[in-house]
């Protein structure tokens, strides 16, 4: 049986077309957020536009990169479609309890003003801001310390979600029972964070990747927590937000990563600690980043 040319023709041209507008829609994405996505990553985005076309009732994908260009909402939901908010009170437990326990005492044992700043980066739907926000309540209260907490994202439908401060159960199936009872009111087979909790926490939306947004948020920070956020971003972008970072902390201050990112291959300006087999990175003191090394 001979091949059919004009049948292998018309799927290369196709799957050309395919390939140019995931490229158009790859860099608008780009653009809008820095996220970045890599040629393997290409079946990946695919899949998610996929979705999105049957949510718009749309049939081809040149159809939806015309209805993307013109709907800021559309590529803010798309965005939702790419990352990934898996998120839940307490997790990464390990990593939380070297932060309240080794790294936030030595910080607020050489603090004169009583205050420690936080940042949470890519904070999705609240539950890791909170969750800081109770360790250092337990660590510091008694200590008539008081602590703010940023916590920032790209999605204002997250943030909305995250500000109310309402839960389902398998969202704060990793809480302490004592806390769950301390910090927490039920109601409804929901959970809600208590008031006092709720105050100590701003959210805003923040694009990482925009310099003026990112300073925007001051200096000072003792904390900055960015977990599985740079792992979407490609060298460039993950080396300024790491040097905005860099600037906007205070000396020795601490920055928390998911446990399958590094800073090892973007800046050699911060010290690498090892505490009870969690990796953290705390900022060296007295440089300069632009003096530094890579």
């Known amino acids: 049986m001979g091949l059919n040319i004009n049948k292998i023709k018309e799927k290369r041209e196709r799957i050309d077309l395919l390939d140019k507008n995931i490229l158009i829609i790859k860099d608008i994405i780009y653009e809008y957020s820095g996220i970045f996505i890599s040629e393997n990553q290409y079946y990946f985005l695919y899949t998610k536009i996929q979705k999105r076309l049957e949510k718009v009732e749309i049939k081809s994908i040149s159809e939806y990169l015309k ?40 910080v607020a044992k050489n ?17 890791e801001p909170y969750s800081i926000a109770i360790i250092a309540e337990e660590m510091l209260g008694n200590d008539n310390f008081d602590f703010e907490i940023i916590a920032i994202d790209i999605d204002e439908e997250i943030l909305k979600f995250a500000r109310k401060g309402i839960y ?10 004592l806390y769950l009872e301390k910090y927490f009111l039920k109601y409804n087979e929901k959970y809600i964070i208590n008031d006092f909790i709720k105050e100590k926490v701003k959210f805003k939306r923040i694009n990482l990747v925009n310099d003026r947004e990112l300073r925007s948020l001051g200096k000072n920070f003792d904390f900055i927590f960015c977990k599985n956020v740079l792992i979407y971003f490609n060298s460039f972008s993950r080396r300024k937000v790491i040097e905005n970072f860099y600037k906007m902390m205070n000396e020795n201050a601490y920055i928390f990563l998911g ?9 050699e300006a911060f010290y690498i600690k090892k505490i ?12 300069n980043y632009e003096d530094i090394n890579y």
């Open 111 to 127: 603090k004169t003003d009583k205050k420690i700043k936080i940042l949470s980066a890519g904070c999705s739907i609240g539950a």
């Open 276 to 287: 009870e087999n969690q990796i953290v990175y705390q900022k060296k003191r007295g440089e």
């Open 259 to 267: 446990s399958s990112e590094s800073l090892n291959r973007i800046t």
């Open 168 to 177: 389902d159960k398998n969202r704060i199936n990793q809480i302490p029972k």
């Open 67 to 106: 209805y993307l260009k013109k709907s800021n909402n559309e590529i803010k939901k798309l965005l939702n479609e790419i990352t990934i908010n898996e998120s839940y009170f307490f997790r990464e437990f390990n990593q939380l309890k070297v932060f309240g326990e080794e790294c936030l005492i030595e």
